[in-house]
């Protein structure tokens, strides 16, 4: 399987018409498309500015498909009146040949993952269950030469534990080809409390503290710096933990 979430800064205000799109015309085109079989919108709960719509594909090559065939041009062209544009500005030549100062819009930032581990059959557990409410994004930093040992940890041990947790619908893990030494966990979730309370159980802690030996040199230091002192220790390896709420979202039948 694979995953591409393609992030983007909504104006203010303009969440409810980037939902009437994506429901009326982002949705129902997706549905046409071959090996996608969901797609949902999210914002931010940390910086509602910021969206995300998720999509999962039976391959890379349908994703490849997809981005190739000007669909997503076509459909991201439609969501641009509700973007922002950014705090940067260039200047240039109008048409009169007079300088003018014109923003430079915020890009979409397009990312895609190879799912290293699941659940079997996830298509079927959504479509039994419906949409997930929540969404939960943990990215790591990983020794080098440890993304084998973390992939067998997440099968052997967070997906049978995240089986026992209240309201966790499912889990993948997923590699950025791009980002060597970097797993992002992305768990989906009935509710936001449910969430939140496996993160105040220790159950999460717990987790991260068995991985210990497979993070990054530089977050261990981090963790034995904060056991020294007894403060915060930041780093540019430092877990990263999103949450998310599904405003809209669809899981097609392929």
Not at 143 to 157: A, E, L, N
Request: with cysteine.
């Amino acid at each position: 399987m694979y995953m591409r979430m393609v992030q983007v800064k909504v104006k203010t205000g303009e969440l409810p018409n980037l939902r009437s799109v994506y429901d009326e015309v982002v949705l129902p085109q997706l549905a046409r498309v071959a090996g996608c079989f969901y797609a949902g919108l999210m914002q931010s709960v940390q910086h509602e500015e910021d969206c995300i719509s998720m999509t999962f594909w039976t391959s890379k090559e349908h994703a490849d498909a997809y981005q190739a065939s000007g669909v997503f041009a076509s459909l991201l062209d439609k969501t641009r009146p509700f973007l922002s544009e950014s705090s940067e500005s260039r200047i240039q030549l109008s048409k009169d040949l007079t300088l003018e100062v014109v923003p430079v819009p915020d890009e979409p930032v397009v990312t895609a993952y190879d799912i290293e581990a699941t659940d079997e059959e996830p298509q079927r557990q959504e479509q039994q269950h419906g949409n997930p409410m929540w969404v939960r994004i943990v990215s790591l930093k990983l020794r080098p030469g440890m993304s084998d040992t973390f992939r067998q940890f997440y099968v052997d041990r967070v997906i049978p534990l995240l089986h026992t947790v209240k309201g966790c619908r499912y889990a993948y893990l997923t590699e950025n080809p791009a980002r060597e030494n970097e797993a992002v966990s992305v768990t989906t979730w009935d509710s936001r409390e449910d969430a939140e309370e496996y993160e105040r159980s220790g159950q999460f802690g717990a987790l991260l503290y068995e991985t210990r030996h497979i993070l990054s040199d530089l977050y261990q230091w981090k963790m034995m710096r904060e056991r020294e002192t007894g403060g915060q220790v930041a780093t540019s390896d430092d877990l990263q933990v999103g949450h998310y709420t599904v405003i809209t979202g669809k899981i097609f039948h392929q």
